[in-house]
């Protein structure tokens, strides 16, 4: 008899423990979901389908606003924060000798490795006295914390990409009278564009979503999507805050399903 | 020849690594290639072939020695300073790129006017017989195709020197022996030094002006094909470059000494002992020779047959005649006559 592997699958229980899991995970959004659509201005009562609570939070100045914010401070943050793991990545995976790899590999790691509050409260106190120093005031702060906290995300597929090409194409752009400024564009560019683009998209969701180190960051005026809705909360929850959640987790979805549709295309390319 | 064109590399010298776990890729090395010649780089995996190349394109430096171009010298220029184009083993084609836009992509580097650069890789297209193709993504291409591309792409801004390291080697058989005769008419036709990586004797043999042959980071003869086959230096470039059987003898008076058979020598030798060294076509069956041999085996080859035997003394030695002879049996005594302009007397081990 052909030896078998331990397949996890063939464990007695293994479908039951499957399916609680797949319901303690889904079926909560799926909740969310449903009552976003909900006539009645309950989340627990089922008062009849309607829109109603999307055109009331489409309406709401507020939460305009604080949607735009979002958006700005995503697309901001994940262009800056992209651009630096782009730079990390070339500089890294570019010099394999390269003194002290290891300290610039931690130091772009370094938001997934420090707890978020703490990451937060000295962000806070930092900003202060800088706020304090420069008068500055704007929406500047939140694109600076987030891109710090977006970079490594941006980093792995960006680096990914680049272990994986070939490193002969540069030393032949070198050979074909290209200045390492003319390979960098020319060449390791143009093939780590679809590293750069899955990498912005991950910063950019990553960005969107992001509570704690916002909460502590922003000053007055400055909610975006997710601290505007956890102030709602505090006051009780409306079928509104759901509308938004879904709309913000459509959003999620499709950049995260373009984000796979890319890094497989990718992928194949490669073979 | 090109004066401009002449490549000298002088006491070149390569380490990789430190310590312990250094590693002499080059040692020395000095020659010198012609300008607007086919030079062949031949030596045995791991001898040093490609870090001599990467020295010359510019992708590494030396660790000693110099390398000049013409009167210039290019030791530390960068590649994209260094008129010498490469095409690699692995072709190294730009996957986001077409056909053309690969050719014309050294051109463009350089600043040269879109008309004129189109015109050029037209020319360099139908050159390599790949005009059909330009517009094609080069993933979609053979292996033999992307080889083609490779070339021009690398002749397209007219380097004086051209670098090839082992190109043919991931080719089939017959595509091999076609890419032989395209490389040499290609080398005519445009009057480009080029410098050849190959592994094969044979391709070296049937390719090149001139042969370096390279062993443990060392060029151990330089010469055409005919001097180094005729005429081998050492033992090593003997054995390397087609068969070869090496006799132990002792070498006194003009004559070198097989148990008690002497052969006198054509060129003068140092007294003392020595290897003769012959290849076996040149070995001659003689009924009654004064040296003899038993013979202990035969290979039929189509064309030829080898004869295994054993000399009086044990050696094992090696002939080939014609497949028309009568074929001698295991253990049957035959003469030898080894022709003096045949026999060369290299250093004893
Ligand atoms: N970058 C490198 N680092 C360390 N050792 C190397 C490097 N490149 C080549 N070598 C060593 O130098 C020697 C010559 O290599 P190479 O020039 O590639 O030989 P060839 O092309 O003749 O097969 C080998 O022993 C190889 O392991
Ligand atoms: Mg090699």
């Given at each position: 008899m052909a030896e078998r592997r331990f397949d996890p699958t063939r464990l007695p229980g293994f479908a039951t423990v499957a399916v609680a899991v797949f319901v303690l995970l889904y079926l909560p959004i799926a909740t969310l979901v449903a009552y976003s659509f909900n006539g009645g201005d309950s989340v627990a009562v089922w008062g009849g389908f309607s829109l109603d609570w999307y055109g009331r939070a489409w309406a709401n100045e507020?939460?305009?606003?604080?949607?735009?914010?979002?958006?700005?401070?995503?697309?901001?943050?994940?262009?800056?924060?992209?651009?630096?793991?782009?730079?990390?990545?070339?500089?890294?995976?570019?010099?394999?000798?390269?003194?002290?790899?290891?300290?610039?590999?931690?130091?772009?790691?370094?938001?997934?490795?420090?707890?978020e509050i703490v990451t937060a409260v000295a962000l806070l106190i930092f900003f202060a006295s800088v706020r304090q120093f420069t008068g500055y005031q704007g929406l500047?702060?939140?694109?600076?914390?987030?891109?710090?906290?977006?970079?490594?995300?941006?980093?792995?597929?960006?680096?990914?990409?680049?272990?994986?090409?070939?490193?002969?194409?540069?030393?032949?752009?070198?050979?074909?009278?290209?200045?390492?400024?003319?390979?960098?564009?020319?060449?390791?560019?143009?093939?780590?564009?679809?590293?750069?683009?899955?990498g912005a998209m991950l910063a950019f969701v990553i960005s969107l979503d992001d509570v704690v180190i916002t909460e502590f960051v922003k000053s007055a005026g400055q909610d975006t999507l997710p601290t505007y809705m956890l102030a709602q909360m505090r006051r009780g929850v409306s079928p509104e805050v759901n509308a938004i959640s879904t709309m913000l987790l459509m959003v999620t979805v499709v950049l995260l399903t373009a984000f796979f549709i890319i890094n497989k295309q990718t992928n194949r390319g490669k073979q | 020849m090109d004066e401009a064109t002449r490549v000298y590399v002088k006491d070149a010298s390569k380490r990789f690594g430190h310590?312990?776990?250094?590693?002499?890729?080059?040692?020395?090395?000095?020659?010198?290639?012609?300008?607007?010649?086919?030079?062949?780089?031949?030596?045995?995996?791991?001898?040093?072939?490609?870090?001599?190349?990467?020295?010359?394109?510019?992708?590494?430096?030396?660790?000693?020695g110099r390398i000049l171009l013409g009167d210039q010298d290019v030791t530390a220029l960068p590649p994209n300073r260094r008129p010498i184009n490469t095409v690699f083993q692995s072709y190294a084609l730009f996957p986001h790129l077409s056909v053309a836009q690969n050719v014309g992509f050294g051109l463009k580097m350089q600043g040269i006017a879109r008309a004129k650069r189109d015109a050029r890789v037209d020319q360099m297209l139908a050159l390599v017989r790949m005009q059909d193709f330009a517009e094609r993504p080069v993933a979609q291409l053979s292996g033999g195709q992307q080889q083609r591309v490779a070339l021009a792409r690398a002749l397209a801004p007219e380097p004086r020197v051209l670098l090839l390291d082992e190109p043919l080697s991931a080719l089939d058989?017959?595509?091999?022996?076609?890419?032989?005769?395209?490389?040499?008419?290609?080398?005519?036709?445009?009057?480009?030094?080029?410098?050849?990586?190959?592994?094969?004797?044979e391709e070296a043999l049937t390719m090149s002006d001139r042969i370096a042959v390279m062993s443990a980071g060392r060029v151990q003869q330089i010469g055409t094909p005919r001097e180094i086959y005729a005429h081998p230096a050492n033992r090593f470039v003997a054995g390397f470059i087609g068969e070869s059987n090496f006799l132990p003898v002792t070498v006194a008076d003009g004559a070198a000494r097989i148990g008690d058979h002497r052969i006198s020598l054509a060129a003068p030798a140092d007294p003392g002992p020595a290897t003769l060294a012959i290849r076996p076509e040149d070995i001659m069956l003689e009924p009654g020779a004064a040296l003899s041999a038993e013979v202990t085996d035969t290979v039929y080859l189509g064309n030829a047959v080898q004869i295994m035997a054993?000399?009086?003394?044990?050696?094992?030695?090696?002939?080939?005649?014609?497949?028309?002879?009568?074929?001698?049996?295991s253990g049957q005594r035959i003469g030898l006559r080894l022709p003096v302009e045949a026999v060369q007397i290299l250093e004893a081990e």
């Open positions: 507020t939460v305009k606003a604080a949607a735009l914010r979002s958006v700005v401070i995503a697309a901001c943050a994940s262009a800056l924060a992209t651009t630096l793991a782009t730079l990390a990545a070339v500089g890294v995976v570019r010099n394999r000798r390269m003194k002290g790899r290891a300290v610039v590999y931690m130091a772009i790691n370094q938001p997934l490795m420090v707890p500047g702060y939140l694109i600076a914390a987030h891109a710090a906290f977006c970079v490594p995300f941006a980093y792995l597929p960006i680096s990914a990409r680049l272990e994986g090409m070939d490193a002969t194409l540069e030393a032949a752009a070198a050979d074909l009278y290209a200045t390492p400024r003319q390979a960098f564009r020319h060449v390791t560019l143009p093939l780590l564009t679809p590293g750069i683009i899955a | 310590g312990a776990t250094v590693v002499h890729a080059l040692a020395d090395v000095t020659l010198t290639i012609e300008g607007g010649s086919f030079f062949t780089l031949l030596g045995p995996s791991g001898c040093g072939k490609t870090t001599l190349l990467r020295l010359l394109a510019g992708f590494e430096t030396p660790t000693g058989l017959k595509l091999r022996k076609e890419m032989q005769i395209e490389l040499k008419r290609l080398q005519r036709e445009t009057g480009i030094t080029f410098v050849f990586v190959t592994h094969d004797q054993r000399l009086e003394d044990g050696t094992q030695i090696a002939l080939r005649q014609p497949a028309t002879i009568d074929l001698p049996e």
